[in-house]
C-alpha cells in the first residue's frame, strides 16, 4: 500500500540555525500539505500546495517558513532561523486529485535547543 | 472557515464497554468530517470519513461515526473497546470544495481501564 514518508523522524538543531524537513507524498497525489502538533496540543494546518504553488498558509506560516517540491517525489518545509516555539511534530500528507482524504506520514519531531 | 470542539479532553472506560467521543463543528459551508487516531509517539492514522451519502459511516477497528447536519455533530462510538484502543482521538473537518486543509479539534485521550 503507498505511503507518505517523511525524514528524518527526529531532528535536534540549535536556535537559529536552519533545518529542512523531507517528505515524499504518493506518487500519483497533487496535493501537499505541513501540519504541526506542538507536544500535547492539537494539530494545526502550515501550508497546503499544489502546482508548483501555495494554496493556502495558515498565520503560523510566516516568512520564516518556505515549501519546496525540487524535484517530482520530493516536498520539503524548511525553516529559516529555528525558535524554540517551533519545537514540535511536523507531518506532511498528501491528497489525490480526486479528493477522498489526506494521507499522514508518520512526521519529524523537531527539536529547537 | 471552520472549527472543531471535542469537548471532552479524556474518557476512561473499562474494557469491554461502549464508547462515545463527542464532536462538534461549526462551517458557514458544507464539509467533510475526519476522525483520526494516534497512538503514543505514532502518526495519524484515518479511523472513518463523512464524505457524502449516508450519515452512519463505518470505519477500522470496529468504529463507527454518525454525521448530524441538524446538530452539527460527528460522534464516535464503539460498542465494546479493547485495551488496543488507547490512544489520542482526532476529530477534523474541511470544506467540501475538495483538497481543502483539515481543522483539527483539540483531541480525546481514551484510557482503557483493565
Known amino acids: 500500500e503507498p505511503e507518505v514518508t517523511q525524514t528524518p523522524s527526529h531532528q535536534v538543531t540549535q536556535m537559529g540555525q536552519e533545518v529542512i524537513l523531507r517528505c515524499v507524498p504518493i506518487s500519483n497525489h497533487l496535493y501537499f500539505y505541513w501540519y504541526r502538533q506542538i507536544l500535547g496540543q492539537k494539530v494545526e494546518f502550515l501550508v497546503s500546495f499544489y502546482n508548483n504553488e501555495i494554496s493556502e498558509k495558515s498565520e503560523i506560516f510566516d516568512d520564516q517558513f518556505s515549501v519546496e517540491r525540487p524535484d517530482g517525489s520530493n516536498f520539503t518545509l524548511k525553516i529559516r532561523s529555528t525558535k524554540l516555539e517551533d519545537s514540535a511534530m511536523y507531518f506532511c500528507a498528501s491528497s489525490g486529485l480526486v479528493y477522498n482524504e489526506q494521507f499522514f506520514g508518520p512526521g519529524t519531531r523537531l527539536t529547537v535547543l | 472557515a471552520q472549527s472543531v470542539t471535542q469537548l471532552d479532553s479524556q474518557v476512561p472506560v473499562f474494557e469491554e464497554a461502549p464508547v462515545e467521543l463527542r464532536c462538534n463543528y461549526s462551517s458557514s459551508v458544507s464539509v467533510y468530517l475526519f476522525w483520526y487516531v494516534q497512538y503514543p509517539n505514532q502518526g495519524l492514522q484515518l479511523l472513518l470519513k463523512y464524505l457524502s451519502g449516508s450519515t452512519l459511516v463505518k470505519g477500522i477497528n470496529g468504529f463507527e461515526a454518525e454525521f448530524n447536519k441538524s446538530q452539527t455533530s460527528f460522534h464516535l462510538r464503539k460498542p465494546s473497546v479493547h485495551i488496543s484502543d488507547t490512544a489520542e482521538y482526532f476529530c477534523?473537518?474541511?470544506?467540501?470544495?475538495?483538497?481543502?486543509?483539515?481543522?483539527f479539534g483539540t483531541g480525546t485521550r481514551l484510557t482503557i481501564i483493565p
Open positions: 477534523a473537518v474541511s470544506s467540501n470544495f475538495g483538497n481543502e486543509k483539515l481543522t
